[in-house]
């Protein structure tokens, strides 16, 4: 912050007092500024540009002793009398949300009026956890699941749903039925098991000399996994461009006369290609 002063250390020197004569309710910080004891804060009540109450107390209030925030050449904290807060409903086109800030936030001040939790941020946060919980249940039924993921609330809802086996396989999903596909899953533990193929061409010279290797029983998971998710796992692969469906020999790319010619200077030059073949379960 280029040695700037903030809003509070300003007051205070204009007072007359000084880094070693100041009020109890302020301390020397690391930033060569006046701050707030965090006992002082506690005592605060904010206010939000729409109106909305905050007290210092409360989880919401404490957020603002968590840090400042530089943004644009102005300097967000409680000493500028402008900490930000993330705005409860999550209004992106909201105005009072500085121009260009990444998030959905907006400077607060300190408020001489009187705290009323019916026109809080507090009592829109319990809302807002309640909404989240009712949609969580049902959309899970109440089970944990690594696939239903928070979003704060942006979009109109708390959670999205984004089903992705190796997810589940990650995080060793022990649920019976899957809370996204409502279907029952078969929790006993498999591997999927493959061969690779391995193509060497070895040249000697002007001959050329190729070579097939084939090493079975290879696992693709490091530890046993619930026998559904690695059914999936496998018809995933069935769709995509998977080493487990290719059986073509992959080609190599032209070579250059310098390649051919540093190659015919060598004893023996070796290239392979390694192909997944025959996936299969086993328990």
Known sequence: MNGELNDLTRRLYAQGYTRENHPDTVYWSDWQNFGYKWETMLGFTWETPCGLLIQGSSDVGRGFNNGDCWFQNVWYCPENDNPLLRCPYQRKGCEHIPQGFPLIMCPCRQTNRPYDYGHSVEKIE????????????????GAYCACVMGNNGYEGGWYEVKYDVERCIQQGCKNPVCA?????????????????????ITRRGFLEEKKVEVTKGM??????????????????KEHEASPLNNYTVIE????????????????????????????????
């Open 126 to 141: 319990t809302e807002n956890v309640k909404e989240a919980h009712k949609q969580y249940m049902e959309l899970t039924g």
């Open 180 to 200: 996204i596909r409502k279907q029952p899953r078969d929790l006993k533990q498999v591997n999927i098991f493959y061969d690779i193929r391995r193509t060497w």
């Open 219 to 236: 696992k693709v998971f490091d530890h046993a996994v619930a026998r559904t998710d690695a059914e999936i796992w496998l018809k995933v």
């Open 252 to 283: 190599h790319p032209k070579k250059t006369m310098e390649d051919r010619r540093q190659e015919y200077f060598s004893k023996m030059h070796r290239h392979y290609d390694d192909l997944y073949v025959n996936a299969n379960l086993k328990l």
